[in-house]
């Protein structure tokens, strides 16, 4: 019996109470195929630890050569986050009451730790630094070159503050319908999420619509499609 699991990373590895634990308990001497784009090397997270030595590497040199994918080009690009000291001390004394809590569990810890985080990276004064950029990026391509860009977030509520800093910069970009304006958000989410979130959450379907290449007069014509 041979178990195949895709995206064989992160959520494969919990050993503890986990779907991986499940499988391994009810198929003790199947064999375990992962594949992977993304093998993780901290503590025990690691794909081949869990799976075993790779059976072949399929690398993104291949990719290119054969054609599968195009070159794919780095560019560093930095924002820097600025906090006073205030304001770090003041941050680091929140995180620390709320992990110190014996009654939390270390997944909640963690989530903590994620948050304080995540308002750092996402506070106001970063995110409109990185919407001028972002602006500025692109449409100095688009003067040398046709295409679209995608811009990933840390969290959901990051997306939907970096999308407002867009379109105050660029008005004109912005269109509530699916099938106008040309910078659109894909996520997922749920009624329960705020109300300003609420146009930016579309079933499967029409998030596949947004992510398919607008047709080449559209292209021609405006900056680039930016989910």
Not at 23 to 34: K, Y
Not at 138 to 155: H, N, P, T, Y
Not at 157 to 174: A, F, G, M
Request: charged residues 30%.
């Amino acid at each position: 019996m041979v178990v195949i699991a895709d995206e064989a990373h992160r959520s494969q590895y919990d050993f503890i109470d986990g779907f991986a634990k499940h499988m391994r308990d009810a198929l003790p001497n199947a064999s375990f195929i992962g594949f992977t784009g993304t093998p993780i090397e901290k503590e025990d997270r690691n794909t081949q630890a869990v799976f075993g030595d790779y059976v072949d590497v399929y690398d993104i040199h291949q990719a290119v050569d054969d054609g599968a994918t195009v070159p794919i080009y780095y560019e560093s690009r930095l924002a820097r986050i600025e906090l006073s000291s205030a304001e770090q001390k003041v941050m680091d004394q929140s995180v620390e009451e709320v992990t110190e809590d014996d009654e939390l569990t270390d997944r909640q810890r963690r989530f903590a730790k994620w948050t304080g985080k995540e308002a750092v990276v996402g506070s106001a004064s970063r995110l409109k630094q990185i919407a001028a950029d972002i602006v500025q990026h692109f449409e100095q391509r688009l003067s040398a070159a046709d295409g679209k860009g995608m811009i990933v977030c840390m969290s959901r509520r990051i997306c939907v503050e970096l999308h407002k800093e867009i379109i105050k910069l660029r008005p004109d970009w912005y269109s509530p319908e699916d099938d106008k304006g040309v910078i659109k958000i894909v996520m997922t989410g749920s009624a329960s999420d705020p109300l300003d979130w609420q146009e930016h959450i579309r079933n499967k379907d029409r998030r596949k619509t947004i992510g398919k290449p607008l047709e080449r007069s559209q292209r021609s014509s405006s900056p680039p499609n930016c989910p």
